[in-house]
T-cell receptor, first 118, second 115 residues
């Protein structure tokens, strides 16, 4: 069965600390896609990154980095030198390629609420 | 760059009232989605439309109906609102319903309270 688990419900850090948000997924498909979204206190959902199952390269974008490991079915998100503006709920999501035609939907984790305190 | 526009942003209803949430996207996307977000339950898919002219049920369709009016617009209707439908509703769109690698783009949400 498809599933996305974000075991950390809430994380609180002090500004400038590094923080890693965990995402573990389950899928029987060999081709799938993983996503991270950010939901700041203002409420909108912002797409951050997509990773394909056949591309295990890690990605860095400024202070953000993503570590994709198929061996452990994990797609973790690290924020380096966190800032107050990083405070948000972060969601991990999975899409499977085997769901044919119109049936491709995102499977969402429950989110991790990150509070970065000054 | 409007992206996905939802109206209204806030609404209070009485139990039994009906209302329609509107959603429009200007990105020429084929697929559109309606979610509800409740504390501790993440995002749950209500209905989606993989392309103009088609709609399908998601995880929690009971009590809702949808209309894909055209390629741009996808509305969600509550025929007889119930307190359990108090939630934040998000509309989203993506380029294609058949390409699972396409990210979804979200509107700002509608905060709906039913008394």
């Amino acid at each position: 069965a498809q599933k996305v688990t974000q075991a950390q419900t809430e994380i609180s850090v002090v500004e400038k600390e590094d923080v890693t948000l965990d995402c573990v997924y389950e899928t029987r498909d060999t081709t799938y896609y993983l996503f991270w979204y950010k939901q700041p206190p203002s409420g909108e959902l912002v797409f951050l990154i997509r990773r394909n199952s056949f591309d295990e390269q890690n990605e860095i974008s400024g202070r953000y980095s993503w570590n994709f490991q198929k061996s452990t079915s994990s797609f973790n998100f690290t924020i380096t030198a966190s800032q107050v503006v990083d405070s948000a709920v972060y969601f991990c999501a999975l899409s499977e390629a085997r769901n044919a035609g119109n049936n491709r939907k995102l499977i969402w984790g429950l989110g991790t609420s990150l509070a970065v305190n000054p | 760059n409007a992206g996905v526009t939802q109206t209204p942003k806030f609404q209070v209803l009485k139990t039994g009232q009906s209302m329609t949430l509107q959603c429009a996207q200007d990105m020429n996307h084929n697929s559109m989605y309606w979610y509800r977000q409740d504390p501790g339950m993440g995002l749950r898919l209500i209905y989606y439309s993989a392309s103009e002219g088609t709609t399908d049920k998601g995880e929690v369709p009971n009590g809702y109906n949808v209309s894909r009016l055209n390629k741009r617009e996808f509305s969600l209707r509550l025929e007889s609102a119930a307190p359990s439908q108090t939630s934040v509703y998000f509309c989203a769109s993506s380029p294609s319903g058949t390409a699972g690698n396409q990210p979804q783009h979200f509107g700002d949400g509608t905060r709906l309270s039913i008394l």
